[in-house]
């Protein structure tokens, strides 16, 4: 037996289910990150939130772009602030968060962006946006490494000079204290 194209009780595809669950998980651990009061589990939403969002980017066809948000995001940068933030400091937030006493404010400016983005949404002419477009990687690193080589390696520079920067920085304050 065959599964259908669409969920029968609903009347939807299974890649609009996909899609919404997907966005769901990334904005309810999103909302998780800046509401939980411990940090280690703000990380761990932070982590969940990322992997939603390559999830996301497998269902649009840019599997290179997942890759690359799973490598870099989640396998980097959130580990690397749950293990700053464990080894240096304690599990529990402070009582008075910045956040927390700016929440009204917080909360309008949100309510104001939503109000935006809605009224873009509903204002633009979408076409053809529901076809998956299919990046090739060998293609996209021809022309990363022939058309942009320029710009590449200025990026490999600067990130190079933070790294020795980071180092020199850390190396100092051992050495005053």
Do not use: H
């Amino acid at each position: 037996m065959a599964i259908p194209d669409t969920v029968p009780l609903l009347g939807i595809s299974w890649n609009d289910v996909l899609f919404l669950l997907l966005a769901g998980i990334m904005l309810g651990c999103a909302l998780l990150v800046v509401t939980l009061r411990d940090i280690i589990r703000c990380g761990i939403a932070m982590i969940a939130a990322f992997a939603a969002l390559a999830g996301i980017y497998v269902m649009l066809g840019a599997p290179l772009v997942a890759a690359a948000q799973v490598l870099v995001y989640i396998g980097a940068i959130a580990v690397l602030i749950l293990f700053a933030v464990m080894l240096t400091q304690a599990k529990n937030a402070p009582t008075g968060l910045v956040f927390q006493t700016q929440a009204i404010p917080a909360a309008i400016a949100a309510i104001v962006l939503a109000v935006i983005v809605a009224l873009t949404v509903t204002a633009t002419d979408w076409g053809d946006v529901g076809k998956r477009v299919a990046t090739a990687t060998d293609a996209l690193a021809r022309l990363l490494f022939t058309d942009y080589i320029l710009p590449f390696e200025i990026v490999s520079v600067l990130l190079l000079a933070a790294v020795v920067g980071g180092i020199f920085l850390a190396k100092r304050e051992d050495r005053d204290a």
